[in-house]
């Protein structure tokens, strides 16, 4: 397992691509086979917001104040005006004017 | 009578008017996934990878997050344990593909293969989440679906290269909050889906378990030990 690889880096990359292209085609395909009963429809339906927390919350404890403080303002800004655009550029005007001033 | 689809939306399309619907719908998303590809560029850079290694990498593996911790375990020296090793840190890292795929199912399943594998060919949190509004909105057409992850793979890719030529000359984007970009697209695409209490409790759960995993486990395991448990909470929060 450990004498060097010529061509490594392709073996490397040739990898993760297999085993990435496994995980974004599997659970589509897995699920052709599976009942969609009410509770796993429940359990597709909290995916979502369950991905995007387990991803930015994290993110949260580790910036502090000025992250939490721009994406509740992105998502005060989004119920209010539904734009995309609007709601990005409040967070990120709020995010980089707190790190001016050094929070 | 039975439901056309599994999730009572109406029944599968394909359009090149998705397509295109779905490319301009991450017109917002795409500075922060130039940003994202040049940072991975300049990384794989500095770690030794060619320009044309690193475009392969990003072309055909495509998952920014799990580009960037597999430089943090580069070695130039490559023996079957570090591709082991690579392969599996990959693998747990995407694993939550495997259930963003699975969510496209009860819209989907009734779909010709060639208008629904392309598209999860090139999924990405960003385009999964902005596809699911869509669906949730009423949209039907899986073109949407391929668009959307095309848009960030065309902006990807190129973005990887430019970083990995001039990573160098690039100053820290920090101070403009451009590393915050994809944080807050995701709390924006999600915010008109923050509906009720009930709903958004296993958003919660996800958030709080994958911060207690993140203490415990090392690597990116929290990732995937909160989106289950959201995804659990949510199916059996509702059996009451």
Known sequence: MNEPLSHGVVYIIVAMAAVTAFTRIAGFWMMGRVTLTPRVMRMLEALPGSVVAALIMPVILKEGLSAALALTAVALIMIWRRNEFIALAGGLALIAGMRAIGW | MQPETGDGGPPPTWSLHGVREGVMAMVPALPGVAVFGVAFGALAAERGLTTIETVLMSGIVFAGVSQIASMELWSPIVTPALVLTMAITTLVINLRMLLMGASMRPWLAAAPPLQVYPGLYILTDTNWVATLRYRREGGSDAGYLFGSGLAIWLTFVPSTAIGQLFGVLIADPRPYGVDMILPLYFVALLAPMFESTRRSLP??????????????????????????????AGGFLGDE
Not at chain 2, 207 to 232: K, N, R
């Open chain 2, 203 to 232: 958003w919660a759960i996800a958030g709080i378990v994958a911060i207690a995993v993140q203490y415990v486990l090392p690597g990116f395991w929290y990732i995937i030990a909160g989106t289950l448990a959201g995804a659990l």
